[in-house]
């Protein structure tokens, strides 16, 4: 039996800074891993594409076994798993930092050609991926045309207006787009949620999710704009919220043949069960029940 859902993204190991000053070191994280959370609260066959290190089954290998999630997809091509800086501003804001150099992280970066010819069977892919042209002309040209819903989750370094011209030519070509506020002001130059969104509907978008933190986020099509509300939920740790929402979100869409209220409800509940502790949820066997529990809440509240 094919996998649901792929996720092309790195593994990383995250040592988080908070603005105060508070360290959290070794985590797992790594906008690829919390994607595959994500997913994998709505689903049993998930997968995941990666370039990792020799240390990969020594640090991680029990998580990923213990959670079902599908390694074909990963490649060893160095000594080390990326290992990251993530540092919080007393805004919110974030950056990280590669730990063994962007040379190394780049090495890391998974393209479609590492794909397992399976994979694109499956049902879903999220992309997390600036808006470089080889990268998504590899994609596109390897990609069957019976293949699942693709989902692209841009890059920070790709959210500039210099970027336009590159995010223009893709979006069309994809089926959903997830970003968040800070980004969507960043490559579109424009300041209200709305108009962001108007934006990159206009250059092709068939759905954009744009993601606000604590506001929800807001979900739109060309027929359809939605609020979706955060899962309330006691926040411990922000960082991954937007990659998990972004697998949740995949998944919903894909399992409820493309509505975006109950893709934005599967987006924002995957979010919640990631900031709920510092690096990934242990066991994401057994939440099923208890997520399906925050969409009927989520959705009793909208009423």
Not at 21 to 43: F, K, N
Request: glycine share 10%; proline share 4%; net charge negative.
């Amino acid at each position: 039996m094919g996998l649901d859902y792929v996720i092309i993204s790195n593994i990383i190991t995250d040592d988080v800074v908070l603005a105060d000053g508070t360290e959290h070191q070794a985590l797992l994280g790594g906008a690829g891993t919390y994607a595959v959370s994500g997913a994998r609260i709505w689903a049993d066959r998930v997968g995941i594409v990666s370039g990792v290190g020799q240390d990969f089954d020594a640090l991680y290998g029990a998580w990923f076994a213990r959670n079902g999630i599908d390694c074909a997809g990963l490649t060893v091509r160095d000594l080390h798993t990326p290992h990251s800086w993530v540092r919080y501003a007393a805004d919110g804001e974030r950056t990280e930092t590669p730990q063994f150099g962007s040379e190394h992280f780049r090495q890391m970066e998974p393209w479609p050609i590492h794909m397992p010819v399976e994979y694109w069977r499956a049902r879903g892919i999220y992309v997390f991926r600036d808006a470089t042209r080889a990268y998504w002309q590899e994609l596109f040209l390897l990609r069957p045309a019976t293949s699942g819903v693709l989902m692209w989750e841009i890059a920070a370094s790709a959210a500039h207006q210099t970027s336009w011209n590159d995010v223009a030519w893709i979006l069309p070509q994809v089926d959903l787009f997830s970003l968040n506020l800070t980004e969507g002001r960043m490559l579109t130059g424009l300041d209200e949620p709305d108009a962001i969104v108007d934006r990159l509907l206009n250059a092709g978008a068939g759905v954009v999710a744009l993601r606000q933190g604590a506001r929800g986020a807001l979900v739109a099509d060309e027929h359809r704009r939605l609020r979706i509300p955060a899962c309330p939920v006691t926040v411990v740790d922000v960082t991954g919220g937007g990659n998990a929402f972004c697998g949740g979100f995949l998944a919903g869409y894909c399992e409820s043949a493309a509505d975006l209220h109950t893709a934005g409800f599967y987006g924002s509940v995957s979010a919640s069960f990631v900031i709920e502790q510092y690096g990934q949820p242990p066991d994401l066997r057994d939440v099923r029940e208890s997520a399906r529990a925050r969409v009927h809440a989520l959705q009793s509240n909208a009423l």
